[in-house]
């Protein structure tokens, strides 16, 4: 979700406001995309490098978190939809980390649709982390091999299924430390439009173009060959 402070910056407004209408765009996309037969979508709130903002912007941006909870979290009771917010917890607003367990558990139950919210995300962190854990587990007797699925299942994305498709909006082409090690076969979509823009229309142009692409998962094209 990039380009909030260049939206506001073209029309003269403080970068504040270009997060407010980040945050309705992040509720139309939400809502528009269960519609497009998508069923997990993960969002990047809040990278670990965020933190290097001035001050204001990043309690503007901690106070979205608290509006974007507060104000959605009965829509996704309702929507079946399941919220998880990955990233590290350390460094996160006491009151922030409450509403997010609470948010968590109130719709651990719920399987149409999963958002996962990236806030003070890092994916070196997060594989860093996993790592850790197997190190651990590893030494406890739990596993005795390292295996990519071991790898995988200690990251916070675990719950999730394959990532198939990566956006980033504004027209950066980078990944900026979001989901490294799920990307490896995702298809990537760079769209020019700024995040506060961002709706039904764009998505469904990210995925006419995730349509178009051919995925060989490092195999060559043509007819599948016999499995076994
Ligand atoms: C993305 O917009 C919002 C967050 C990082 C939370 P930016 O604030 O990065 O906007 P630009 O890149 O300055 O336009
Ligand atoms: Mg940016």
């Not at 979700?1 to 945050?23: F, I, K, L, S, T």
Request: net charge neutral; with cysteine; hydrophobic share 40%.
């Amino acid at each position: 979700m990039d380009g909030n402070g260049r939206w506001a910056q073209r029309r003269g407004v403080p970068r504040a406001v270009g997060h407010r209408e980040g945050v309705q765009a992040l509720k139309r996309t939400v809502e528009a995309a269960p519609q497009f037969g998508i069923r997990c979508l993960t969002v990047y709130g809040f990278s670990t490098e965020n933190w290097n903002r001035p001050l204001d912007e990043v309690s503007d941006l901690m106070g979205l978190v608290r509006a974007y909870v507060r104000s959605d979290l009965e829509r996704m009771v309702r929507e079946n939809v399941r919220l998880r917010v990955i990233g590290q917890r350390e460094g996160v607003p006491d009151d922030i980390l409450e509403l997010i367990d609470d948010a968590e558990a109130r719709t651990a139950g719920n399987d149409r649709f999963l958002l996962q919210v990236a806030f003070n995300y890092g994916a070196r962190a997060d594989i860093t982390e996993a790592m850790r854990r197997l190190h651990a587990d590893m030494k406890a007797g739990v596993i005795d091999e390292i295996t990519d699925a071991a790898i995988s299942q200690r990251l916070s994305t675990c719950e999730a299924p394959p990532l198939d498709l990566i956006i980033r909006t504004s027209g950066e082409v980078r990944l900026s430390n979001f989901l490294l090690w799920e990307a490896a076969y995702a298809e990537l979509v760079f769209q020019e439009v700024l995040w506060p823009d961002y709706g039904p229309e764009a998505l469904s142009a990210a995925l006419e173009a995730f349509r178009c692409r051919q995925r060989r998962f490092g195999a060559r094209p043509g007819p599948m060959r016999a499995a076994g």
